[in-house]
Every structure is written in C-alpha cells, then in structure tokens.
C-alpha cells in the first residue's frame, strides 16, 4: 500500500511538471517565431526567414530549444520522467497513465495565464471530459502490477519504438498543416512507450546498472525520450496547444493501458469492466473534441481575431444576431 500511495503522487508530480513544461515550451515556439519575423521585416532580410507555422524547419525547431523559456520547460519534462517512471513501476499502466494524463488541465489553465487562449464552455466539457474518462479508468484498475516479461517483448518494444520514430520524423516535416496533428499523436504514443518500457525494465530490483544498459528496453526509453520530445516541440511550433497535448494523452494513456491490459495482467477490479469501457471512450471522444476545437494554426503573432464563443469550432466569425 505505501509503495502504491507513492505511485500515486509521483503520477500526479509527473502531471503537474508536464503541463507546465508543455506551455513554456510554446511560449518558447511563440517568442521564436516573433523574433524570426523582426529579424526577417528589418532592412536587408527576407520575409522567407519568418517561421512558417505550414511548414517547420529543423532550423526554426533548433531555436526554439534555445529559448530560456524552452529550456525551463525541458527542465520540468525531467522532473515529469521522473514521477512518470516512479508511478509506473508501483502501479498499473491504467491507473499510472490516467492520472499522468490531468496534465492537459495544467497545460489549458496555464495556457489562459502565460499564452492568452480563450476557453469557452465548450473547450472546458472536452477538457473535464478526457480527464473524468480517465479517473474512470483509474479506479475501475486493479492494484496489482507485474513486471515480469519475456525478452521478446522487451526486443518487440525496441522494433515499435524505431517504427513510431520514423513514421513521426517523416510526417511532421512532410504533412503541412497536418503536422501538429502527427507530431501530437506520435509523442503521446513514445512517452506512453516510455512507461512500458520502465515498467518492464530489468536490473531494477536489485540494481545492476550492466543488466538495465544491455536490456532493450532502456534502448526504447532513450530514442522514444530524444524523438518524443523532438517532434513534439515540431507540433507545439504549427499547431495550438490545447489541440496538441490532448492528442498527446489519449495516445499516452490508451496504448500503454492496452498493452498493460493484454501482457502485463493489468486488469479492471471485478465488476468493473464496464467502467474501464466507458472510461476509454469517454476519453477518446474527449480528446477528439479538444483537438477539433483547438487544432487551428497557433496565433504566434497575435492576429488572428478573437475567438467567439459557445460550439462552433476554431476561429469561426459569428453574426451579430447568432
């Protein structure tokens, strides 16, 4: 039990570090992104070196890892590692992961403060949506854990790892407008690679530093850490934040929860199957609709008009008699 209670809050130490370092992050794209175009309106540049939200640069993507602002972010993704591995080495990857995943309330909240987005009625269903399905999830688990597995599985986590990183790598740099879509889903699906990874991870107990560098596994949370990051930090610079990390946490949270469920004999508590059900899709619907609301082109310079109320989605104007 104590060693659950302490799953339990570094999962919730792991959300609060990662909304926070998913909004210093686009406060880092944003203020690049102005800094390019000043650079490209001053006498003798060129408009071509403004940052184009449609079509990122590994240039543009490097600057944006060089602002303060940034690198204060990078520094609470390893806080959030941190509690993220500690949570899913003591509890189910279904419990671990859903509450990991209330990082998307930190991110619209501090999104309002340090970003100025406007959440309307709307947004805030979607948003308490994903999270409410998400507790579900969590409560409906069992408290038991395994992590125990054959070597196949760990080489197998390797081969998925080196798949999802390529076809992210390529998307976000070949899809426009479709990047911030990608590189959401595919950093969501490598941060929740991380956690299987970390709960299967051999040479824990007892520690042995040789057997945790030679498993695969540890190979899989290195390039799905470098990667992940990578092509999230692609996403937040074309598309809104909002839209980006609720992509980012159905795919976290609903892949590891599966693999939990199919090889790790994580299970719902008995009777409660039907929740877990209704917590996953109440999760994918919520996600969807926060993406839909939220997945417009980030309004880095501040021009785009405000955005109205009630339903409809993105930017949409609304008549004065509406």
Known sequence: MALFAIGVIAAAMAAVA???????????????????????DQPGGSGSDALDPAAPSVTSTMSTIADPAFILGTLMVIVGFG??????????????????????????????????????????????????????????????????????FHWGLLGATILVCAIALIGV?????????????????????IAIAVRVLDGMSPFDLVTILSDPAAWSIAVAGAVGFYVQTVALQVGAVNGVTALLVVCE?????????????????????????????????GAVLVAWYSTGDPDHFGEAPPE????????????EGD
């Open 83 to 152: 509690g993220g591995a500690l949570a899913a080495r003591f509890l189910p990857l279904f419990l671990a992961q859903s509450i990991v995943a209330a990082n998307l309330v930190v991110t619209a909240l501090l999104g309002t403060l340090l970003l100025n987005i406007t959440l309307h009625t709307r947004d805030w269903v979607a948003i308490w949506l994903v999270v409410l399905s998400l507790f579900l999830l969590g409560v409906s688990s069992s408290q038991h854990a395994q992590d125990s597995v054959e070597r196949p």
């Open 253 to 285: 949270t609903a892949g590891p929860s599966l693999i939990g469920v199919l090889f790790l004999d994580d299970a719902a508590r008995p009777g409660l199957a039907w929740l877990a059900f209704v917590g996953f899709i109440g999760a994918v619907v």
């Open 173 to 193: 740099y070949t899809l426009g407008k479709y990047a911030a879509i990608v590189g959401g889903a595919a950093a969501g699906l490598l941060f929740g690679i």
């Open 18 to 40: 990662y909304g926070v370092s998913t909004v210093l992050r686009a406060l880092g794209a944003r203020r690049v992104a102005v800094e390019m175009r000043e650079k490209a």
């Open 308 to 319: 109205k109320g009630g339903w409809r989605r993105g930017r949409e104007e609304v008549s």
